[in-house]
């Protein structure tokens, strides 16, 4: 079972259903390796290496690497109210 069937399944619980769902991963793995080649390794500005500390960088590409590999698979998911 994946974590996108765990999600679906509890969200049916809920009362909710996936209306749309569009996998992110490629869009991720964008996102966050222009968001690291942009930083310089001086002050950080607000945002993200503030909130991961001092060591943001290993944690981004970290992040980068288990997107990759597959380990992290972002996905979208709309969900609507069943009778909704």
């Known amino acids: 079972m994946t974590e996108h069937d765990i999600y679906r399944r509890l969200w049916g619980q809920a009362g909710l259903w ?22 310089t390794y001086r002050t950080p500005p ?16 970290n ?11 972002p996905t979208e998911m709309i969900n609507a109210a069943a009778g909704g």
């Open 18 to 39: 996936v209306e749309h769902e569009r996998d992110r991963r490629e869009f991720g793995i964008e996102f966050f390796s222009r968001m690291r080649a942009s930083w």
């Open 46 to 61: 607000l945002g993200p290496p503030i909130v991961l500390g001092p060591d943001f960088a290993t944690k981004v590409a």
């Open 63 to 73: 992040l980068i690497a288990a997107r990759q590999r597959g380990l992290l698979a």
